[in-house]
Nanobody
Framework: QVQLVESGGGLVQAGGSLRLSCAAS????????MAWYRQAPGKQRELVAS???????NYADSVKGRFTISRDNAKNTMYLQMNSLKPEDTGVYYC?????????WGQGTQVTVSS
């Protein structure tokens, strides 16, 4: 089992910044992929960004150049630095962990960007 705890969400004005964190604990194997997803009201959950243990990253087109995903493998913690936030970035942000056929989700953290 892997437990994921997100933190860092909140309310920010358009153009502002937030930093999300996701701490993983439990039985964690070296090779895994962690990701951030988000879900806006009335919309499907979508991938925001992902990062492998070895640092390979992938971003949704809508956040490229504004968001940066990173991780500290020693701490089993993933981060999402969000800059130049827009109202359309509003939603619940979920941490996701995948390895060797296992998949886990965090409880989500709310990000609200006011115009």
């Amino acid at each position: 089992q892997v437990q994921l705890v997100e933190s860092g969400g909140g309310l920010v004005q358009a153009g502002g910044s937030l930093r999300l964190s996701c701490a993983a604990s439990g039985t964690i194997f070296r090779a895994n992929t962690m990701a951030w997803y988000r879900q806006a009201p009335g919309k499907q959950r979508e991938l925001v960004a992902s990062i492998t243990t070895f640092g390979r990253t992938n971003y949704a087109d809508s956040v490229k150049g504004r968001f940066t995903i990173s991780r500290d493998n020693a701490k089993n913690t993933m981060y999402l630095q969000m800059n130049s936030l827009k109202p359309e970035d509003t939603g619940v942000y979920y941490c996701n962990f995948v390895d060797y056929g296992r998949e886990y989700w965090g409880q989500g953290t709310q990000v609200t960007v006011s115009s």
